[in-house]
C-alpha cells in the first residue's frame, strides 16, 4: 500500500517546534534566506558581504523575537518586517540611500503596467529589458519603490504588504497605483528618447 508523503511543518509548527528545540530554527532559516536575500538585493543591498550581513542580522533578530511572534499572523509577513527594518537600519548605518536593483524577472511588471485596469495612458515598449526597468525604479521613491517590489516581485498580497511597511492596507493600494504610473511614466520618457 502506498503511503502519502507527510507534509513539511507549517511556518507556525516551525516555530513552536524551535520555541522547544532551538536547532529546528534551522528550518526557518532555510526557507527564508533565499527570499530575504532576494528581498534586500532588490531594497539595494547589493554588495554580498552586506546581503550576508544584513541576513544575518534578520534572522539573530527574529530568533531574538521568535518567543513575541503571534501564531495567529503569517510568519512569512513578520519576517520580511523585520527584514525591511533591518535594510533600513543598514542605509541609515552608512548614510546611504537605497539604490534598488532587479533582477530579469520584470515580465508580470510589464504585463501588470500595460494592463486595461491602468488605462489606455499607460502604454510603452515591451522591448525594454529589466536594466532600464531597474534604472526607472532607481528614480521613484522608496515609498512606491517598496510596495511594488513587494508586490511584483515578492509576489505579496495587500494585506502582508501592510503588515511588512506597517501601512494601512489602503494606502498600500495608493501606494502601488501612484509608482505604477510613475514607473510607466518614465518608462516612457526613456523609450522617447532612444
Given at each position: 500500500m502506498n503511503s502519502i508523503p507527510a507534509l513539511p511543518p507549517s511556518d507556525v509548527e516551525v516555530v513552536k517546534m524551535t520555541l522547544k528545540e532551538p536547532n529546528q530554527y534551522g528550518l526557518?532559516?532555510?526557507?527564508?534566506?533565499?527570499?530575504?536575500?532576494?528581498?534586500?538585493?532588490?531594497?539595494?543591498?547589493?554588495?554580498?558581504?552586506d546581503q550576508l550581513d544584513v541576513l544575518q542580522e534578520i534572522f539573530?533578530?527574529?530568533?531574538?523575537?521568535?518567543?513575541?511572534?503571534?501564531?495567529s499572523l503569517s510568519f512569512s509577513s513578520w519576517i520580511y518586517r523585520i527584514a525591511h527594518n533591518e535594510a533600513i537600519s543598514w542605509?541609515?548605518?552608512?548614510?546611504?540611500r537605497p539604490e534598488g536593483h532587479l533582477v530579469a524577472d520584470s515580465e508580470e511588471l510589464f504585463e501588470f503596467l500595460g494592463s486595461k485596469e491602468e488605462g489606455p495612458e499607460v502604454t510603452f515598449d515591451k522591448s525594454i529589458n529589466a536594466a532600464e526597468v531597474a534604472q526607472a525604479l532607481r528614480t521613484l521613491d522608496i515609498k512606491y519603490r517598496e510596495p511594488i517590489i513587494l508586490r511584483f516581485f515578492e509576489h505579496k498580497e495587500y494585506d502582508e504588504i501592510s503588515d511588512i511597511l506597517q501601512i494601512p492596507i489602503g494606502s498600500v493600494g495608493t501606494l502601488i497605483?501612484?509608482?505604477?504610473?510613475?514607473?510607466?511614466?518614465?518608462?516612457?520618457?526613456?523609450?522617447?528618447?532612444?
Open positions: 526557518l532559516v532555510e526557507r527564508y534566506e533565499a527570499k530575504l536575500r532576494r528581498y534586500i538585493t532588490r531594497l539595494g543591498v547589493r554588495n554580498e558581504d539573530i533578530k527574529a530568533y531574538r523575537n521568535l518567543n513575541s511572534f503571534d501564531t542605509y541609515r548605518k552608512r548614510n546611504v497605483h501612484r509608482g505604477k504610473k510613475q514607473l510607466a511614466n518614465v518608462l516612457n520618457k526613456d523609450t522617447l528618447r532612444i
